[in-house]
């Protein structure tokens, strides 16, 4: 019992000190002095910090996909504006995966597999909901797949990224720094809905 | 004489090893055994890393302000297509910039104030692009402020990422990556062009 709780400490610590400090300046000794429990102690749970930080990448990706389930009881699929900002929040809890992917993934094979699986599982997830605004005349209907795909791949990269672009070691980022980011995806597909909706609109304005 | 070249050959080795190995990866001494000088005439020339990415960085920006410059005879702007051309070949050249800015910038506070000034200035040159194309009927003109610096943080956030994103340790970037990014900046921007070049749309569809 004693043991799954460390186990489950070490993994909040590891995110909490990630988010803040940054990947690489923090080494699993941070981990076991900040919770003030011996090295060792975390090595029984974990080998490695890749080992940590791959456990923390899979429950971001779970809770992703539960925040992005349609409603069990009535098949609805969330607004864009609705989508973005439940995935935003999960966004912020790991945001250090945000900023540091590419050399995660280039030091941990493992990762950078389960990452690209997480992206093409995610790429049928938001066309799910884009069919589904489709459908119910959120959104116009996109003729050309290819222009589909940019715009997919366009939300793609502007979500992962610009935490890096607006946050330095000078500026962390804040809730204030998210918002501005959801706005800016928000901002992003406006041209392509049908009827915005009036909150969405005054979203953009505030 | 010769020391002027060496000085030249160290920027020429630097930027090509950063581009494939990654910043990270490359240490001083590398460079010399790859140019066959010994360390001590490096450090003649560049007192460590750092200073030879904040020369490599200082170039790239010379470069980029050359590109962007209105025709000296006309005083015509290049048009969004020749824009988005002009750049990426200097982006492509310095392509490791745009992929580990985050972590040089937190490595160097130097770097960090010269990359800071260079976006504020990027941004000025682009609204000059952007008045010339509303006067001369190619774009819409965007009543908002707030649009219009989310649109312009949109530009910057997806031509200074899509790299990261499209490319790892096991599929490098490539000319294509480069033209797909080049496209998905077109697309960007397409909703918000008056009149797009049939150049451009052939290119989107292409």
């Known amino acids: 019992m004693k043991k799954a709780k460390n186990r489950e400490r070490i993994l909040v610590a590891s995110v909490e000190l ?15 002095d900040h919770l003030a429990i011996s090295p060792g ?3 029984f749970h974990f080998r490695n910090k890749e080992e940590i930080i791959r456990e923390l990448f899979e429950s971001m990706v779970a ?3 539960v925040a992005w389930q349609p409603n069990k009881e009535t098949g609805e699929y969330a607004s864009p504006l609705e989508l973005i900002e439940r995935s935003f929040e999960t966004f912020w809890n790991y945001r250090f995966f945000h900023r540091e992917m590419y050399h995660l993934r280039r030091k941990d094979p493992a990762l950078a597999r389960k990452w690209k699986s997480h992206l093409n599982k995610s790429v049928r997830m938001l066309q799910a909901h884009y069919a589904y605004w489709v459908k119910t005349g959120t959104m116009r209907k996109v003729q050309d797949p290819k222009e589909m795909q940019m715009i997919a791949d366009l939300v793609l ?3 992962s990224s610009f935490l890096q672009f607006f946050e330095s070691p ?14 800016h995806l928000l901002r992003l597909l ?3 809905h049908q009827n915005p909706a009036p909150e969405l609109l005054e979203r953009l304005r505030a």
Do not use: Q
């Open 190 to 192: 406006l041209p392509y």
């Open 170 to 183: 000078d500026k962390p980022a804040t809730r204030k720094t998210l918002r501005d980011g959801m706005n």
């Open 18 to 32: 990630f988010n803040t400090s940054g990947v690489v300046a923090v080494t699993t000794n941070h981990i076991a």
């Open 157 to 159: 990269i502007t979500s």
């Open 63 to 65: 809770e992703t996909y």
């Open 41 to 43: 102690n975390l090595y």
